[in-house]
C-alpha cells in the first residue's frame, strides 16, 4: 500500500486533455511539493515536474502540475500516442523522514 | 553529458549480499545527493534511502534498516548500495538517482540494476 494515493489507470484520445491526481496528507503533500515523473516502457523514470510547477529542459509544456492541500494534479493536454507510459507522484514525507511514491498511473492513450 | 551508469545484472542466493555501483559523470558528485529507488516487476517505485557524496552522511527507509549501506568514493564519483540478507522479495530492478541535497527533485536516473534473488 503506497503512502500516496493515484488511480492506478487513466485514459485518453489523442488531442483530448488528461489529469492524474495524487492524495496525500498534511505529512507529505501538504507540507512539501510534488514531483512527477513519466516512466515510459522498460526505461528509467524521468522526472516530468518539479516544484509545484517546474519542468526540466526538455519537458513540453503540454504537461503542467497544481497542488492543493494535500493533494496534487498532473495534467496532460493534447495528447499524444508517445505519452502512453506510467506516472508517478512523489513527495518528502516529515513524518517518514523520507520520500514517499504513489502507486503510479498507467496512461492508455485509445 | 550529465549521466550516472549503474553495474550489470546480478543473481544472489537467498541470505547473500549484492553491491550496486552508480558512477557519475558530467557534473561534480559532491555537490548533489544520490537516492536508491526500487521497482519489483510490474510493480511501483519504492525509495530506498539517500547519501551526500560530500559527507557521506545517508538515510533511508525504515523498511531497511540495518540490512542497506550505502558508500561512495569520491576519487571515482561512484556510489555504492550494499543490500545483505537478501530474499526472493528483494528481486527488482535498482536505480540511483540524482537529487540536490535537501529535498531536491530526483532529475537524473541511472540505467537500472537488475538484482534476482533465487535458490
Known amino acids: 500500500q503506497s503512502v500516496l494515493t493515484q488511480p492506478p489507470s487513466a485514459s485518453g484520445t489523442p488531442g483530448q486533455r488528461v489529469t492524474i491526481s495524487c492524495s496525500g496528507s498534511s505529512s507529505n503533500i501538504g507540507s512539501n511539493t510534488v514531483n512527477w515523473f513519466q516512466q515510459l516502457p522498460g526505461t528509467a523514470p524521468k522526472l516530468l515536474i518539479y516544484g509545484i510547477n517546474q519542468r526540466p529542459s526538455g519537458v513540453a509544456d503540454r504537461f503542467s502540475g497544481s497542488e492543493s492541500g494535500a493533494s496534487a494534479s498532473l495534467a496532460i493536454s493534447g495528447l499524444q500516442s508517445e505519452d502512453e507510459a506510467d506516472y508517478y507522484c512523489a513527495a518528502w514525507d516529515d513524518s517518514l523522514n523520507g520520500w514517499v511514491f504513489g502507486g503510479g498511473t498507467k496512461l492508455t492513450v485509445l | 553529458q550529465v549521466q550516472l551508469v549503474q553495474s550489470g545484472a546480478e543473481v544472489k542466493k537467498p541470505g547473500a549480499s549484492v553491491k550496486v555501483s552508480c558512477k557519475a559523470s558530467?557534473?561534480?558528485?559532491?555537490?548533489?545527493?544520490i537516492n536508491w529507488v526500487r521497482q519489483a516487476t510490474g510493480q511501483g517505485l519504492e525509495w530506498m534511502g539517500w547519501m551526500n557524496p560530500n559527507s557521506g552522511n545517508t538515510g533511508h527507509a525504515q523498511k531497511f534498516q540495518g540490512r542497506v549501506t550505502m558508500t561512495r568514493n569520491t576519487s571515482i564519483s561512484t556510489a555504492y548500495m550494499e543490500l545483505s540478507s537478501l530474499r526472493s522479495e528483494d528481486t527488482a530492478v535498482y536505480y540511483c538517482?540524482?537529487?540536490?541535497?535537501?529535498?531536491?527533485?530526483?532529475?537524473?536516473w541511472g540505467q537500472g540494476t537488475m538484482v534476482t534473488v533465487s535458490s
Open positions: 558530467g557534473y561534480t558528485f559532491t555537490n548533489y545527493d
Open positions: 538517482a540524482r537529487a540536490k541535497t535537501g529535498k531536491g527533485a530526483f532529475d537524473i
